[in-house]
């Protein structure tokens, strides 16, 4: 499965641009764009970045979820740890989420989100212990083709399969737990 995932990244490096591109956000306009929908949190876009901020009394993380359609591809961004316990790369079809990148500062991994209609728990496919230093810029990578998903923080690269993240996918979500934490740019690839 490992080798499946590295060729995968391969194929996407080699091919110049991982697909045709269906979301672009560099977060450098005065306001966030209203695509964007704030579900939880504060979220403010200052300094060339979005910047999520838990308040305590949601009692949730902080999200903002954005909707862009595709079966297949590639998400991009980089993000900072402002004092977050976690934050995620959320990718969710039309009936709920699907799967996950969940970065914290001990590591990261990625998972298959649960069906809660039926009972379901998440399952994690695959993850890092290598530290993710706060309040410093990070670069991920997660490529999605059919059962299978890639994720790569710097120079570590985590690879998973199941079945369900072969489902269509209907937007991105960027949850932040605890404190702060802020995206420079994000860009989703649509390859099928």
Known sequence: MRIQALLLLSVVACAGTPGTVVLEDQFDAPAMNTAWRAAKGEWKQEG????GVEIASDKHAVV????VAFQDGTVQLR????GA???ALSINGA???ICRVVVTPK???IAKDPDVKKGEKAITLAAS???IATGEWHDLTLVMEGS???AKIGGILITGEHPGIAEAKADVGLPVGGTAAAFDWIKVYRTR
Request: charged share 35%.
């Open 48 to 51: 060339g970045s979005l910047r």
């Open 64 to 67: 903002v979820r954005r909707p």
């Open 79 to 82: 993000f900072r740890l402002d």
């Open 85 to 87: 316990r976690q934050i």
């Open 95 to 97: 009936k709920g989420h």
């Open 107 to 109: 590591g990261f991994r």
């Open 129 to 131: 212990s290598a530290p």
């Open 148 to 150: 299978k998903m890639s």
